[in-house]
Structures are given as structure tokens and as C-alpha cells.
């Protein structure tokens, strides 16, 4: 029923040159995966890697996109000027845009109006940090985060939507939840998504996807669990091989 999308965010990584190369070597790699594929990078590389990609099964996504349709927003990029690029999915709410760049929830919720308006398929970002873990609180954090992002988003837009649970703790060290933890925490996801919209609704129509540390050696066993339909791949993303064996679980 949800079909399987494993998304790269290539952060602050990859010259054009370097964009070039990796897409060259990644695309017949993963020309017959049975997931969605998507790879998201940073502003100055999006018009290379969507001439590499076009007529493949990889789509564009870019890593961030502003509320507002233009204005005086200094080195913001609006949903426009991404569609206007071939862009298809943008990451909004990353644990690194909420820590380093103020990012808060109702940014969020703003961003993510701002993208559907512009046909663009959000990859909403949720997730707890080590200390909200251990203080016990992360299905309060989870339902917060969730309830904010959709707010007044209508459930015919739910299949354009993507949410990505990224425990903050595991992004980028190397930590990973089990299996079984990432699985039961993307549980209460789906169950907010349920109390939000409807049943049918979280079951059908929302790919919720893991975003802690996920690679070529853990995929498959997470990939295995019900509740988890997908990857937002840091680190592996940036090796052809790594990444495409991440996309073929």
C-alpha cells in the first residue's frame, strides 16, 4: 500500500563537480528499485544534479524552502524558485535547522504550506533529542511536532507528504535506535496521524521514514519493520555504492 522512499540529504556536501560524479555512478545502481528515490541537495548543485537525473527514476529534492513566496528574506530560497528548477521534494524541519538556524514549529507548519501550494512534497522532519529521551517525554515531543506541522493541512494532501523520524541522537554519530525501538516510536507517529486525519488515512497514505544513521549494514533489518516505510540517508548518501545498497535494502 505505501510504497518505500529512501531520500539522501546531502547537507552542506558536494561541489557541482563532486554532484556530478556521484549522480554519474549512482544512477544505473539503482535503475530497477523497487523504492521511490530521491535525492536531496544543497541549492547550488540542484540545476546539475536535475539535468543528470531527468528521464531516471531519482527525483530532486532540495534541503530547505521559505514560507514566503518572495520578499526581503536574505539567503532564503522560496517554493517558486525550487519548482522553477525541477525541484519535487523538499526536506523542511530538519533536528539542524530547528538547533543551529531557529527553526520552530510553526515555521515549520509555515513552510510546509508554502511548498504544497507550489505542488512541491514535503519531507517533514520529527524527532527527540538524547536528553528529551532520557527524560522520558518523547511521545510528547513526537505528537507536538506532528500536530504542529499539520496544522490546516487538508488530508487530500497527505499522499504529497513525507515524514521523516529522525531521533536527534542518532543523527551523525553513529548511534542507530533498534529496529524494534525506531519501529514502535514511528507507531505513535502514525497513531498522532490517525487522531489527526483518520485511520485509513495513517495507514494508506503516510510514508513515515527513519532517519537515524541508517546504511548499507542496518537497512535491511529496518526496512523489515511494518511501521517504517523508508530512509532519510545522511552520511551513506554521499557514496553511490553505499547509498544504492541502502536503496535495495
Known sequence: MRQPIIAGN???NNTIAATKALLTDLIPLVADAKAEVVV??????IAAAGELV??????LGAEN????????????ISADMLVELGVEY?????SERRQYFGE??????ARVKAALSKGLKPIICVGETLEEREGGIVEEV?????????KD??????????IAYEPVWAIGTGKTATAQDANDTIAIIRNTMAKLYCEKCAEEKVRIQYGGSMNPKNASELMAMPQIDGGLIGGASLKAVDFSQVVKY
Open 54 to 59: 531527468k528521464g531516471t527514476n531519482i527525483k
Open 153 to 162: 493541512i487538508d488530508k487530500d494532501q497527505l499522499e504529497n507528504i513525507v
Open 10 to 12: 546531502w547537507k552542506m
Open 104 to 109: 520552530t514549529d510553526q515555521t515549520v507548519n
Open 40 to 45: 536531496c541537495v544543497p541549492y547550488t548543485n
Open 65 to 76: 524552502v521559505h514560507w514566503a513566496e518572495k520578499g526581503a528574506f536574505t539567503g532564503e
Open 142 to 150: 513526537l505528537v507536538r511536532q506532528t500536530t504542529e506541522a499539520f
Open 90 to 94: 523538499v526536506i523542511i524541519g530538519h
